[in-house]
């Protein structure tokens, strides 16, 4: 069989994590040293972002976008903030399988697919990976499991190869890179162009190393884990997948892949209660830019130099569209994407271009739009102005100095969402635990 020259893609995402929690972005040392020297290793490598945003401030909304380069507000299952295990049995909340994705497009076009790790679009049997353009698929369906016993919130069993449950014994980031190691070698002798989504579930709760397999029997069902976890715990699981990244990386070199394989790394949303957001405010939930800023991180040896560093603003939907165009394949006509290609950035991370971004939640029915370095928020019914440039934690509220300025964002952002389906009366909001659990951040 001849070699296809296309690229190949690998895109790994991690759930819940802090825009400070990796070195390079300037996050502190762990007891036990650097947090995240893979990652870093990865940015020196290739390109880093500065102003990158998830589409939402929380999970599947995300994933959403991410799996179909759109607004995430398109769809009705998005609306959840987030999809729960409530959503079981449902045959509208979830991604439908007819609708046009990154990986069904790319599959299309002739690349192999595979999602290793976290799903959290839906349940079967009307909705999973293998019916939205993934060929092969091994992780959990829902947001959350424990990463011992693989059980979802409530204890339901959470661990699927294809459509079936199945079971396998292990620290779950583990089992999740040496599957992803494993999909890499297969590829390098088959030598097809291919599309491997790698979606941890970490750092996310509940709280738990490789070290912490009795937390798994202390839990039972309820994996909030209010009352457990540090910011050494948590700094340990960032390593843990790390390290996995690392394995992967190693097997596109092993394997002669790593040249022409676009690498990009992002987490799902803002951090949770252990994360580092410096100098951000908020986090998961909150449309300050603790909850949306996020890092990216790119590396593609063959195209995009290293060292680079880039303040275009962009999110995740962005990062569909360009694994799109790198690939040579057109997006469907009746579903056009919302996402704009961020390929000339990586090209030459100094270039930058006007790119509007906006966001909406049911939660404390929050509303914003960051326009060059503007921002306009509006959160509880008040609104805000802030410039991030100045003011990145948003303490500076300028809506009283520049009334005009406030008035016209407000006008922009309201003009946007005459173009997107109305929020949902029945959409439901699942924030976990309030401030009679913990202060407010």
């Not at 500065?50 to 009705?76: E, H, I, K, W």
């Not at 290793?116 to 009307?126: D, Q, R, S």
């Not at 995009?304 to 790198?326: A, K, W, Y």
């Not at 440039?389 to 969402?417: F, G």
Request: proline share 7%.
């Amino acid at each position: 069989m001849a070699y296809d020259q296309r690229p190949s893609f690998i895109f790994i995402v991690a759930d819940d994590l802090g825009f400070a929690d990796l070195g390079c972005y300037g996050g502190r040392d762990a007891k036990f040293g650097p947090v995240s020297p893979v990652l870093d290793a990865m940015a020196a490598r290739g390109t880093r972002s500065t102003d990158g945003y998830a589409n939402s401030p929380v999970c599947s909304p995300t994933r959403f976008a991410l799996m179909t380069g759109r607004y995430q507000y398109r769809l009705r299952g998005a609306a959840e903030e987030p999809i729960s295990n409530k959503a079981r049995g449902s045959t509208a909340l979830g991604l439908p399988p007819d609708h046009p994705t990154l990986p069904s497009l790319l599959s299309n076009g002739g690349y192999r697919t595979a999602l290793v790790g976290n799903w959290h679009l839906g349940y079967p049997p009307i909705f999973g990976p293998l019916k939205s353009g993934y060929d092969e698929f091994f992780g959990p369906m829902s947001g959350g499991v424990d990463y011992f016993t693989h059980r979802s919130n409530g204890g339901t069993p959470d661990l699927f190869e294809g459509d079936e449950p199945t079971h396998e014994e292990g620290y779950l980031s583990d089992l999740l890179s040496q599957r992803a190691v494993d999909f890499v070698e297969r590829m390098g002798k088959d030598r097809s162009p291919f599309f491997l989504s790698l979606h941890y579930t970490a750092p996310h709760w509940p709280w738990e190393t490789r070290d912490d397999a009795k937390v798994a029997e202390e839990l039972q069902g309820s994996l909030f884990h209010l009352h457990g976890g540090n910011i050494h715990t948590y700094q340990r699981m960032i390593h843990h997948m790390d390290e996995g990244t690392g394995w992967v990386l190693a097997a596109l070199d092993r394997t002669g892949l790593a040249a022409n394989t676009l690498v990009v790394f992002t987490s799902d949303n803002g951090g949770e209660r252990f994360s580092d957001n410096w100098p951000l405010v908020g986090g998961k939930m909150d449309l300050t830019d603790g909850g949306i800023r996020v890092p990216w991180i790119a590396q593609w040896p063959n195209c995009i130099p290293s060292g680079g560093v880039t303040n275009q603003h962009c999110m995740t939907m962005d990062f569909s569209r360009t694994i799109l165009e790198v690939a040579g394949i057109a997006e469907d006509r009746g579903h056009p994407m919302d996402g704009v290609s961020m390929l000339p950035v990586l090209l030459d991370p100094q270039r930058t271009f006007p790119r509007p971004l906006h966001w909406r939640m049911k939660h404390k029915g929050q509303r914003a739009l960051r326009l060059g370095p503007w921002k306009y928020l509006r959160v509880d019914g008040h609104d805000y102005l802030f410039n991030l440039e100045r003011d990145a934690r948003e303490r500076a509220n300028l809506a009283v100095r520049e009334p005009e300025r406030l008035r016209t964002m407000r006008a922009d952002w309201e003009q946007w969402e005459t173009g997107m389906p109305g929020v949902p009366d029945d959409a439901t909001v699942s924030v976990g635990y309030s401030t009679k659990d913990m202060p407010q951040r």
